[in-house]
């Protein structure tokens, strides 16, 4: 029966490994003793968020010391520093390991120290993880992983130059390298890596000619790098296959294949370029077919569980987003303070120009009311020097006459200056 459930057990995945245990005692014990059922620790998506810490340790002991891969990308609640206290049960065959969580990270130079390392350590993920800066890789680059490692995944950490140009220098054996900030562009910058990692990979490249094994080159979503720097490491990585160039707003982004005419194959909107060595390198574009899009597995590959969201479950860069909301909260309010301050001055402004206004019309009133009255008094004149001078016409006198047109002339001058 005990070769029949582990024959089974085989084909199982974890979380299903762990509810079998429940099913007899033979299974429990038959599966918990099979440890080359444990070597993979990939917990799936759902799983991850209520793994707890003792339910890690009593899976990474059912390994019996033959763990491989350590996925733990997405665990909110596991503390890492128990389990490598118990460097024994990792044992010295690991060879990836995963971690996006602040506390994570911070307890692993000292397992990498007390486990020799993990000498066959092949691929280390940190993607995401807030506690990973320069001090943290200067900490791994110290130990002896660095001979094995294959893969350094950086993406999103808070990682400049000095820590690229450490990884570089330290890691014999980097194949794929990637240090990008896509697709969640909006935590660009917060430290900067520019042409400088470029053009120190270049010159490592240069130095160790055959030796500089490195295949694929993430750089997506880093403003600092420009097409110099990308132009650097095409000449001189000898064994460059792939640089990803997405959201790098300082590259040029061709629309086209630069080439495809002169190799006369199809266009399929990905753009390559030759190196020294006449290898050919892939570049992922913002005209790539996946363009500036996040992939649709995205999320669940990096262990987060709704996109952006589950980011903030980072501690480290949750606080940094909440110390930038507190800057922008404080900047609203002083912007609105000082916002209703002017506002106050031009309402106080407006009402004194009102009020002065009103006194204004008041005395346009009064004004335009002595102007009917003039008018008025203007056109009685008007009446009785009319009927003077048609008396002194009647009458024929020359001096009458004279008189009643220079008193017309008069009234004339009253109605301009009343109007």
Same mark, same amino acid.
């Given at each position: ?29 038959? +599966? ?26 009593? +899976?990474?002991?059912?390994? &019996? ?8 990308? $997405? ?5 890492? =520093? /128990? ?7 990792? $044992?010295?065959?690991?060879? +990836? ?15 990498? =120290? ?8 092949? @691929? ?37 130059? &000095? ?29 900067? @890596? ?14 160790? =000619? ?10 997506? $979503? ?30 040029? *982004? ?54 952006? =969201? ?11 987003? &909440? ?13 609105r303070s000082t916002a209703e301050a002017q506002a106050a ?23 335009? *009311? ?25 009458? $024929? ?5 004279? /008189?009643?047109?220079?008193?017309? #002339? &008069? ?7 009343? #109007?």
């Open positions: 029966e005990g070769e029949a459930v582990e024959a089974v057990a085989m084909h199982l995945p974890l979380e299903v490994l762990l509810r079998c245990q429940s099913v007899c005692v033979n299974w429990k014990v038959t +599966i918990e003793n099979a440890g080359y059922l444990w070597k993979h620790v990939v917990l799936s998506r759902d799983l991850r968020p209520r793994l707890h810490p003792v339910a890690l340790q009593k +899976i990474v002991r059912c390994a &019996q010391g033959r763990l491989q891969e350590l996925d733990l990308r $997405g665990c909110a609640k596991v503390d890492c =520093s /128990q389990l490598y206290e118990d460097v024994e049960c990792l $044992g010295e065959y690991v060879e +990836i390991i995963r971690l996006n969580r602040e506390d994570h990270s911070k307890s692993l130079p000292p397992a990498l =120290s007390a486990c020799g390392g993990f000498p066959h350590l092949r @691929v280390l993920d940190l993607s995401w993880c807030p506690g990973v800066d320069d001090e943290l890789i200067a900490s791994i680059c110290a130990t002896s992983c660095t001979s094995s490692i294959q893969e350094l995944l950086l993406r999103g950490c808070l990682v400049s130059d &000095q820590g690229v140009m450490n990884a570089a220098r330290s890691c014999k054996q980097l194949r794929v390298l990637d240090i990008g900030a896509w697709p969640y562009s909006r935590l660009r910058g917060v430290r900067s @890596v520019t042409d400088v990692s470029l053009f120190f990979i270049a010159q490592c490249a240069a130095f160790r =000619s055959e030796d500089f094994l490195l295949e694929n080159l993430c750089i997506a $979503g880093r403003r600092g790098t420009t097409d110099e720097g990308l132009d650097a490491v095409i000449e001189y990585l000898p064994f460059l296959k792939r640089v990803d160039v997405r959201s790098c707003s300082s590259i040029t *982004q061709p629309s086209q294949p630069a080439d495809a005419e002169v190799t006369g194959e199809p266009s399929d909107n990905v753009v390559w370029r030759t190196g020294r060595n006449n290898n050919r390198v892939e570049l992922i574009t913002d005209s790539y077919p996946s363009g500036t899009m996040t992939p649709d597995n995205y999320a669940e590959e990096y262990g987060v569980l709704e996109g952006w =969201s589950d980011l903030q479950t980072a501690s480290g860069l949750w606080r940094l987003l &909440q110390s930038v909301t507190a800057v922008r909260t404080a900047a609203e309010m002083q912007a001055d031009m309402l106080a402004e407006a009402a004194e120009v009102l009020s002065r206004a009103s006194e204004i019309y008041s005395q346009a009133n009064e004004m335009q *009311q002595q102007a009917s009255e003039i008018l008025s008094r203007v056109t009685e004149v008007q009446m009785q020097v009319s009927v003077m001078h048609g008396q002194a016409q009647d009458q $024929g006198n020359a001096a009458a006459l004279a /008189q009643a047109a220079q008193m017309q #002339a &008069q009234v004339a001058q009253m109605q301009v200056h009343a #109007a």
